[in-house]
């Protein structure tokens, strides 16, 4: 996989929206950009996943920039409920490669 | 996730001993994937399963660590003998689509 670049933590107010950047520079034409997290004991939760256009879920937007190189992803109004470990993968669409986890982005959303 | 069912949820075991962690995931899989997760080192992929095939174990720590999948609804991975810097979360996940749904997990400390 692709290696990508996160912030180690952010917060954010409840109520407002969560931007999280990923740093993907090194990718390949034939790699999606995948976002998970992870709340407090619990495994990782698949969120959205993109290639080159915008994207947009129940949970999230996601915004890939026009050279692939790096991704944002929204929570447009974060809820406590939100605070987790956010994790951008990005891997080929080749249902049964391995897929590995960088140390992501420690949210808080904070009252 | 409803989806992988893990157990034991806790295991509580002393260095030397035989561990054995289990996995039932649903059907309409191909891959099925073995993680550590630790705070040192965060979320490690052990293994991976195509088929009930195993396809890359490099992650495997050492050889005290093995792996099977009899058939699609069954996985173990088992440490023998145990030592207390195996304590960890273990993870196993699917990946349906390009969704990976994980378990809850099991929580393993070797004394």
């Known amino acids: 996989d692709a290696k990508t670049t996160q912030p180690t933590s952010m917060d954010c107010a409840e109520g407002r929206a969560a931007n999280l950047p990923c740093n993907h520079s090194t990718i390949s034409g034939n790699e999606y950009v995948y976002w998970y997290r992870q709340i407090h004991s619990q495994g990782p939760q698949y969120i959205i996943h993109g290639l080159k256009n915008n994207e947009t879920n129940e949970m999230a937007s996601l915004i890939i920039t026009e050279d692939r190189k790096s991704s944002t992803l929204i929570l447009p109004h974060a809820t406590l409920r939100d605070t987790a470990v956010y994790y951008c993968i990005v891997r080929p669409y080749n249902a049964g490669n391995m897929l590995t986890f960088g140390g992501g982005t420690r949210l808080m959303v904070k009252p | 996730d409803a989806g992988v069912i893990q157990s034991p949820r806790h295991e509580v075991t002393e260095m030397g001993q035989e561990v054995t962690l289990r996995c039932k995931p649903i059907?309409?899989?191909?891959?099925l994937f073995w993680y550590r997760q630790t705070m040192m080192r965060g979320l490690e992929l052990l293994i991976y399963?195509?088929?009930?095939?195993?396809?890359?174990d490099s992650g495997m720590p050492e050889d005290r660590f093995s792996a099977k999948m009899p058939n699609a609804s069954f996985s173990t991975l088992k440490i023998q003998p145990s030592e207390p810097r195996d304590s960890a979360v273990y993870f196993c996940a699917i990946l349906l689509g390009e969704k990976l749904f994980f378990g809850s997990g099991t929580q393993l400390s070797v004394l």
């Open positions: 399963f195509n088929n009930n095939v195993p396809i890359d």
């Open positions: 059907s309409g899989h191909n891959s």
